[in-house]
């Protein structure tokens, strides 16, 4: 009989492709990485590891097995959750990882609600920016992850997930308020082409964003300043040392001197927010508990979106990696 515990193993060696990373995720030895993977083998009698040096690969086997070890997964996940589900007195820990304006605008409001509506639940946040989110939830590093929806923004893991969206917000332009643009009611984004640009790091979905946007109307943005953190990018831009696209929530708390906000003309682009979950673990009184505050308190900021869209859940089955 196969131990589900070594087929764990086999998917933290498909995710990450070594065994020192897999053995990090996993808060392993490589040694005992290495052991657990060579006891599988010997369990179904067949190779399914090819080494290289220091490196191993999947063979066509040892693929097939890791796809039934994320069934495997998700059946003692749901079988958790349905335990939790029948349990009288819902008392336990919720771990969730967001980037920072949703963690201000959604996960915090939601996690002051918990405390009265579920006293006994303990939440843990960590700040998590792009496809960090998803990996800690692969990992099964936390139980929840909200993510920014769109192809740069996702990692290929052998990990299926419920994902459902929270919801959607435009970019408005930041603009220094002595400037001509300052007095603009929209301001198409072709009109920004000549100007100096401050971005997000690269790798930060919004930096990704907005590089697109730009493309799309035509022009490659001359970037001379960056940062993650928005607030950095209002007092550049208060500054005068150029202009920035920001999501609309993510500067709705920033105090602004120096700094217009205009909207976009036409169809601005969007920021598409979404929660997702491991497969089986959707049921968990817990987790449901702070999927539903989440969706209540993200209606605020796109309030023409029904609740019942915004709280279906779709399964999303992701290729090894």
């Not at 949703?102 to 006994?120: C, G, K």
């Not at 139980?143 to 990990?159: F, M």
């Not at 408005?172 to 000549?194: F, H, K, Y």
């Amino acid at each position: 009989m196969i131990d589900p515990r070594r087929l764990r193993v086999l998917q933290a060696v498909a995710l990450h492709g070594t065994v020192t990373a897999a053995a990090r995720s996993l808060y392993l030895s490589p040694s005992a990485v290495s052991q657990q993977l060579s006891a599988l083998e010997r369990e179904v009698g067949l190779d399914l590891f090819e080494r290289h040096g220091r490196n191993i690969r999947l063979t066509s086997l040892g693929t097939v097995l890791a796809g039934y070890a994320v069934q495997v997964s998700a059946i003692l996940e749901q079988a958790e959750a349905d335990l939790a589900a029948s349990a009288i007195g819902e008392v336990g820990t919720v771990s969730i990882a967001a980037f920072p304006s949703a963690i201000i605008e959604v996960v915090a409001p939601a996690l002051r609600a918990l405390r009265t509506s579920a006293p006994h639940l303990r939440a843990h946040v960590t700040d998590a920016e792009g496809a960090a989110a998803q990996r800690l939830l692969a990992e099964g590093h936390v139980d929840v992850s909200l993510s920014v929806d769109y192809p740069e923004a996702t990692v290929s893991t052998v990990q299926e997930f419920s994902h459902a969206r929270l919801y959607s917000e435009p970019l408005d332009a930041l603009v220094p308020s002595d400037s001509d643009l300052a007095a603009s009611a929209q301001v198409s984004l072709s009109r920004l082409a000549g100007e100096v640009w401050i971005t997000p790091l690269p790798g930060n979905p919004i930096h990704d964003l907005t590089l697109l946007a730009c493309q799309q109307a035509g022009f490659q943005p001359r970037v001379e300043s960056v940062s993650n953190d928005f607030r950095a990018v209002s007092a550049l831009v208060g500054a005068g040392l150029g202009i920035a696209l920001a999501p609309r929530s993510a500067i709705a708390a920033v105090d602004l001197p120096g700094v217009s906000v205009v909207p976009l003309r036409g169809r601005p682009p969007r920021r598409h927010v979404f929660v997702s979950v491991r497969r089986g673990t959707e049921g968990h009184p817990l987790v449901n508990a702070v999927l539903n505050e989440l969706h209540d308190h993200a209606s605020a900021l796109e309030p023409r979106r029904g609740r019942s869209a915004a709280r279906h859940l779709e399964h999303e089955g992701r290729g090894p990696a």
